[in-house]
């Protein structure tokens, strides 16, 4: 993420670059290496050499030059003609959820407005704008810190506000962040420009979509989601009015679908990998997760992997072909059954005497898992996980079996909105066949068995799921208003007991406020 | 962890709890949700109704009352006579390696002593006390904090300091722990009585030896390591130096030894399991695991699998079974020829043309950890994983193979040590039968493989993996210091390289400064 500020024929002229290809964030322990952070400044230089007529805002980390204290700060640095002219430390250090910063970093407590060509600039990093943030879970503080860096620099009486931000995408919270910039500004009565990351590294997908604010608190304009893009504005035309430009907010379901979209793409780009295979069921778990894969990587890149058992219904087979005819997406059929037949015949001895149960199901799970990491394996394409957030929320999944996986694209996504996906894909032209749609949903390895036999109907077991994980609301609250008290802790307890089986699960791709993996950390031997 | 100060007959009678049942930390996101921090506060009031006629100390979470800052602190908590008498909250909130303290916690910046029975004391939770520490990471700063809580206290003149502690087991940190209690009784000139909780959380093993030093920096009193103690001393002793009692410190292969115990032990107790399954390939590492585990669960409830394949050597079996009867410990044997071939036969079309090539190797693998996991399912075991830290650290194994497990017994001991806890355990008598720790690692997947094969020579690659992992030291350093230049390249490429099967392993049990797992966070798709 960089912010830059150009100067042309004596106009004051800030402008921004958002570039996704350079910034993998967040650089976690790497920070603890002093060798990734001698790398860092070395890179920062040689963007200062580059700064010819031109002054730049680049975020790094540098370090804490005091005996005392973290090792770093987190810093917005101004760059020009090769030199570092002016530095910003972060003092508000997240650490929550998928934050982890004052790991690493020392809070800044002394603060500056920067002077450029006349003007008084406060240069913020992401969170220090942000004392005051809305949470989902109603027991965090909206005021998380005792100090108000803004408030600080206020003092100053800056004319224009400068905010570089990494903050990753949730789709609750598209709102509530540019109500953020919005505020400041008009509390302030200056303009807010905030420049924010865009694209993934594995899990985390950062939304760009990038704020002009005026100082009446008015957006006057908003890069793309999702999507690099430079545009070049005079301070005039933001201070003047003369920028208003009305653009629609896309809806929640679209923004998912470019979030994950992006997540997979990144993924592969960053990691210089290319292709991808998916086990497809014919359910609509792997429908979608071969939809987003096809888009993200092309479909030339996607193999699908249909794995049917004695148990499969006849219509698994044929629907998954026919997703993967639309997609013109290369697919192999590999029965499972002798590779699970051999199986039985040498446990039989063991097992005599005992009757079938998940055992067997997650045999079956394991027999795909094992084809599928075959097939990775030798032609060197990484399998995707299809486990929606339903699932790994209640442990409806087999470890090592369904549950495998490079990158869980779905995870975070419940199966509601999984549906209303389903629909979006299709919105233009029927690309998931309407009969993946309209099945029930079955696990398919026992005969007849229905997701409904273990689980409570998906709407209700999404309700309880949202209000717990994402709200953490307590089970009695959750049944006060209104839902069933047998459902809400029979949930609970899968939820809780099925901790260990996440702790193995692949990187979940992020799109909520709260979703498996770094951002959500539950001890797995409490019994709570 | 607890530490109670009792009064009798009018004399001050500090003693000390030591419990692991009762406490299971850390809490991680529980602390996120109302509804535990309330079920935290009856717990203590519940101990406050029992102290009558005594006072004690325990720590829970408590609730910042104020609008602004983090919604909990880290209290240490004097009760008596049913009341809360007075609160100490944390300062130094440990925010590395495997701490998150800041990630709920508001620091403390205000200080007083507690007056008790005309004593004044200085009480004090864990890091409070620990404003300067050492780190094996140089580029760590030894002052990571910039407040000395135990200065500030000083101030007020306290009579001794209390300090406790829920401080987790390093093999490289049993001396330094010592050093910082008895610095800061030597510098204040007062008695340090320091409780430390023991017992196991999943990865986390805490050694408990907590110490009473008495006003010259001499260790007067330490319980033992990994065990619960009761003990009761007069300050007067401690202060006349009437109780100096030397005892000698176990060493790092006896305390390694008692930790995964402990780890083990804890793991299924505080799960509420019973029993555990192995897979004994031959090899020295699941041997060494069978050992702990029967030690720590009793031999009746351990069970081994042994899977020997084609290429299997003739004494794989034979040492695996003499070990298994060694100790006592019931096993099956099943060939994992058919469902491996059953897989190949599926597999043929597909990979017509093809070389025989890693592949193969791990469908073994997948085949064996389906095996163990079928037996698990069916029989209410758990799988516990055999990979050492050497193996996982380069990424010597294969997920949903070899890396399945519930707990990884051995995960953090590097292969040059697993020796010495083989000779550990055959210390007094061969348990383990000398041919395994004779032959040459091998993983047996082709024909004549050894690990040699893959790998540098153990004791040169566990060398470059401790100075890159527990001490951080950049390439150019370990080869500076040297190791060969084109070796210590190609280990650090397979560790970063292998992040992400590392992110799907199980929970390790922790045993040194740097283990992997919670404590190490690395980006998975960083280039560097």
């Known amino acids: 993420m960089q912010c830059n500020s150009k100067s042309k024929g004596g106009k004051f002229r800030p402008y921004c670059i958002f570039r996704t290809m350079h910034f993998r964030l967040p650089a976690l322990d790497l920070l603890d290496r002093l060798d990734f952070i001698e790398k860092c400044n070395r890179a920062v230089m040689e963007i200062a050499e580059k700064c010819v007529g031109i002054t730049a805002i680049v975020g790094s980390p540098t370090l804490n030059n005091q005996p005392e204290g973290k090792k770093l700060f987190n810093s917005a640095l ?18 929550y959820d998928i934050f982890d ?19 008084r600039i406060a240069l913020t990093v992401c969170e220090d704008l942000w004392d005051e943030q809305p949470f989902d879970n109603e027991f965090e503080k909206t005021r998380l810190y005792t100090l108000s860096p803004m408030e600080e620099l206020a003092r100053q009486d800056p004319d224009l506000i400068i905010n570089i931000s990494a903050s990753p995408f949730s789709y609750t919270k598209t709102e509530a962040k540019a109500d953020i910039f919005r505020s400041k500004a008009l509390k302030y009565k200056i303009p807010v420009i905030t420049v924010n990351q865009t694209g993934a590294n594995t899990e985390l997908i950062f939304d760009g979509a990038s704020l ?3 100082q009446h608190g008015e957006i006057c304009y908003q890069l793309p989601f999702f999507e ?11 201070i003047s009015g003369n920028l208003m430009k009305e653009s629609a907010r896309p809806g929640a379901i679209p923004l998912i679908h470019k979030a994950l979209v992006t997540g997979v793409r990144d993924y592969f780009s960053k990691t210089g990998l290319k292709s991808a295979i998916i086990g497809l069921s014919g ?19 996607v193999r699908a992997l249909l794995m049917p058992s004695r148990y499969s219904s006849g219509h698994s087979v044929t629907d998954a072909v026919d997703l993967a005819n639309n997609l013109k997406v290369h697919f ?64 409806y999944g087999t470890l090592y079996g369904d549950m495998a996986g490079g990158l869980s694209v779905i995870g975070d996504v419940y199966k509601t909105d999984i549906y209303r996906l389903a629909e979006y894909i299709n919105h233009q032209k029927e690309i998931i066949p309407a009969n993946i749609i309209k099945k ?26 949202y209000q717990y994980i994402e ?8 049944i006060r208003e209104g839902s069933d008290r047998d459902t809400v802790n029979r949930v609970i307890r899968m939820i809780n007991f099925n901790e260990y089986k996440r702790y193995q699960a692949p990187p979940v791709l992020r799109i909520s406020s709260k979703a498996f993996g770094a951002g959500r950390r539950m001890p797995l031997v409490a019994r709570y």
Chains 1, 2 share one sequence.
Request: hydrophobic letters at 40%; aromatic letters at 8%.
């Open 440 to 465: 029930e949903p079955s696990a398919e390895l026992r005969p007849d068995q229905l997701d409904s036999d273990s689980l409570p109907e998906y709407s209700i077991l999404d309700s309880i799921l």
């Open 228 to 238: 690099e893009d430079i545009q070049t504005f005079s301070l005039e035309d933001i």
């Open 212 to 214: 002009i604010v005026n």
């Open 283 to 301: 359910g609509i778990d792997s429908a979608i997760c071969l939809c987003l894969a096809a888009e993200a990587l092309g479909n030339e890149n």
């Open 101 to 119: 910063e004052y790991r690493y970093f020392e809070p800044e407590n002394t603060f500056s407005v920067f002077h450029f060509m006349g003007k």
């Open 332 to 395: 192999d059929l590999i029965s499972i059954e002798k590779p699970f037949s051999a199986f039985e015949e040498e446990l039989a001895t063991l097992f005599k005497g005992r009757e079938r149960d998940v055992t067997e199901e997650n045999i079956q799970a394991r027999v795909r898992a094992t084809l599928l990491m075959a097939v990775s394996n030798k032609f060197g394409c990484i399998l995707l996980n299809t486990s929606n957030k339903s699932e790994a929320a209640v442990g």
């Open 471 to 478: 709200l953490q609301k307590p089970a009695d609250r959750i």
């Open 78 to 95: 101004v760059l020009s003609e090769g030199r570092i002219i002016f530095t910003a430390n972060k003092s508000l250090l997240p650490t």
